[in-house]
Every structure is written in structure tokens, then in C-alpha cells.
């Protein structure tokens, strides 16, 4: 079994290699091959998994200029998660279109020229977003989002993704591939530096402050917000790569997009539960500075979910934002400094 990830060396990417080396499976049948493919590669010698574990390939440029070195041999499975990223989509339409709604459209191309000349039609996965929501004035959304919610995005990158959701359904009711979609929450605590994602400060209003750095908050704090951490993310996407379709519990019923389960915080919980675990030095290292542009993006996103259709997979959501920063620092220990040491994983923090 050959599996390709676009965005291989991205944070999820390498979360999600990491998992399937570690089980070096795939619904239990043995992985040949793991490609790992993106413009961004760790060069020179390298003893950081997943780079050199000897189960890996490596394919380095953009994707869509590396498909016939993707596709050379049969593809079983892609897990497509290449993409720009929200705010970097809304301040460059084209680069949006290019990353997002181009690629996706010459990936599911190359899949569908493997299958035309007998070749295996690949299971793809494709990682979506929340920000296929938006409360439009006219359509507002119900109190609660679920899959049969009408999707009206109020951002680029909400289209783009939108855009692909529906070219990888079509391709799937072709038989072109074996098409399914994993609708992300917004995955906080992302470790290293920021990146350009409108809600990249869901993990940055935590992760500087734990690492000695101040953080800017640029939405006000009653702001409610979807949330889930990286490894229910992770998990999300393998789960639904792997499901089998048919009716039922752990199977992938219908060709409708799962939504990630979410934990539904408000910002303001983010930031208490930072000062409760790690203490009023560190939380108060947060700067609340709302800034209108993001705001309007994020605050367009839905908060609540109605979870079944993950449920159903066996997905369930974080139980609650300190079990997200103890997650963090127990994954990313050296990134803590000492006055937060209270946050570690391997001391009690309190709950109440």
C-alpha cells in the first residue's frame, strides 16, 4: 500500500505520519510506502522522524508541479492537506485560488487519469475547514451547526475550501475516487511559530506565554470559538480515512463531510484556565487588542456543533481547555519556561 500526504512536512502532516509510522498500517493491512510531499522539506542529514525513517519517501516543490512524481507509481491513499491558510487567502485572492482550489483540482485530475488506465482509485481524504460557515445577514446560522447546515463562508479561504468540498463529492459520485472530508475546528495548541491563519492566536494566546513571550488577543474575550486539539485532530482525520461507508455505527454513512467534533470555549475560558494552570505572571503576559479584520473572520465561524456524525465514528471532542494545554506541554515540554512549570503534564493542576 503506497499512501501520499500533501503537506507532508506542514504540522499536521507530520503529526499524521508520525501516527500512521507508528502503527505502520493502514485499516490493518501493512504500508508499502509513505510519500510525504511539500515545497517546505528539512534539508541536509536528518534523524528526525518522520524525514528518515526508512519507510518514507520524499518529494519536495509544489504539488501541483510534482504530480507525475507523485502518481508514478499507484497512489492507494492521499490525504490531501496542502493548503494557504485563512488571513494569507483573504490579503492574496490568487494565491488562495492557486493553493487551495487549483491544486486540489489537478490532484483529484491525476487520481482520475489512475483510475481511467486501470490503476487502483485512490481513497482520498481531503482536510476542510469550520470556515465553510458563515452567518450570512440573510441566512443566519441556527444555534446550532451541523452537516445539513446550509455552508455560506464569509472569506476566501471559507469558498476555497467549499469549492473543493464539492469537486472531491462530484469526482466521488463519478467513481473517479473514494472521496471523504474532515471539516477541522480550529486546532489550538499548535506548537512553534506563529503562521497566517486568522486563528492562529487561539494557539498563541497560549502557547507565548507558557514560552516566556507577550501575546496580542485580537478578538474581544466573549468570543466563543470551535477548538480541538491536535491529537483528537489527528485522530479525526485517520478515523475518517479509514472508515468504511455503510450505515451504522463506525461507518461513514453517506457522502456528506464529518465536522471534527468541537470543544466550545469562549476566549475568555482559554485565558482563565492559562491563569488557574500557569499563574497570573504568565497569563498576564496576553494583550487584549481586537483587531476588526480578524475578528470578522473568526467571529463569522460557528461555535456549536452537533457532534452525532463524528460520534458515530467513535470521535469525540476535548473534555475541556486545561486537558488541551496539558496536552501541550506534555508534547512540547522544552517550549515551557520555568515560571509556567506549574502547566506541566507531570504536575497536578488544578481544575476549579
Known amino acids: 500500500m503506497r499512501i501520499v500526504i ?12 508520525d501516527a500512521l509510522l507508528t502503527t505502520r498500517t493502514f485499516r490493518g493491512a501493512p504500508i508499502g510506502r509513505l510519500v510525504l510531499a511539500d515545497r517546505a522539506v528539512p534539508s541536509g542529514p536528518s534523524s528526525d522522524r518522520p524525514a528518515a525513517d526508512p519507510l518514507v519517501d520524499i518529494v519536495r516543490g509544489d504539488v501541483i508541479d510534482r504530480l507525475d512524481e507523485l502518481f ?23 494565491l488562495g485560488m492557486s493553493a487551495n482550489v487549483d491544486t486540489t483540482r489537478a490532484v483529484l485530475e491525476a487520481a482520475r487519469a489512475q483510475s481511467a488506465a486501470g490503476g487502483p482509485t485512490p ?45 472531491i463529492a462530484d469526482y466521488t459520485r463519478r467513481g473517479f475516487v473514494d472521496g471523504r472530508v474532515a471539516r477541522l475546528m480550529t486546532v489550538s495548541v499548535r506548537p512553534g511559530k506563529p503562521n497566517a491563519a486568522a486563528s492562529g492566536f487561539l494557539s498563541g494566546i497560549i502557547r507565548e506565554p507558557l514560552a516566556g513571550l507577550p501575546a496580542t488577543c485580537p478578538v474581544r474575550p466573549d468570543l466563543r470559538v470551535a477548538l480541538a486539539s491536535p491529537r483528537r485532530t489527528v485522530e479525526g ?29 469562549s476566549v475568555a475560558d482559554m485565558l482563565d484556565t492559562l491563569r488557574r494552570v500557569a499563574g497570573d505572571a504568565v497569563a498576564d503576559r496576553v494583550t487584549i487588542a481586537p483587531d476588526p479584520g480578524v475578528e470578522a473572520i473568526v ?18 471532542p476535548d473534555p475541556d481547555v486545561a486537558s488541551v494545554v496539558r496536552q501541550y506541554v506534555a508534547d512540547h515540554a522544552d517550549a515551557v519556561v520555568a515560571d509556567a512549570a506549574a502547566a506541566r503534564a507531570d504536575r497536578p493542576m488544578p481544575i476549579d
Not at 506542514?10 to 499524521?16: D, K, S
Not at 508514478?72 to 490568487?94: G, K, N, Q, T, W
Not at 465561524?301 to 469525540?316: I, K, M, Q, S
Request: charged share 15%.
Open 6 to 17: 500533501t503537506g507532508g512536512f506542514g504540522f499536521l502532516g507530520r503529526q499524521v505520519a
Open 72 to 94: 508514478a507509481r499507484p497512489v492507494d491513499v492521499l490525504i490531501h492537506l496542502a493548503s494557504a491558510v485563512s488571513a494569507e487567502c483573504e490579503a492574496d485572492f490568487d
Open 237 to 265: 482525520i485517520l478515523r475518517i480515512a479509514e472508515a468504511e461507508r455503510g450505515a451504522g455505527p463506525g461507518f461513514l454513512d453517506g457522502g456528506l463531510p464529518v465536522n471534527l467534533p468541537a470543544l466550545t470555549v
Open 299 to 316: 467571529g463569522s465561524w460557528p461555535a456549536d456543533f452537533d457532534n452525532a456524525r463524528a460520534t458515530a465514528l467513535g470521535l469525540e
Open 123 to 167: 481513497r482520498m481524504l481531503f482536510s476542510s475547514s469550520v470556515a465553510v460557515y458563515g452567518s450570512d445577514p440573510a441566512l443566519p446560522l441556527p444555534p446550532v451547526v451541523s452537516e445539513a447546515t446550509l455552508p455560506t463562508p464569509r472569506s476566501s479561504y471559507g469558498v476555497q475550501k467549499l469549492v473543493c468540498e464539492q469537486l
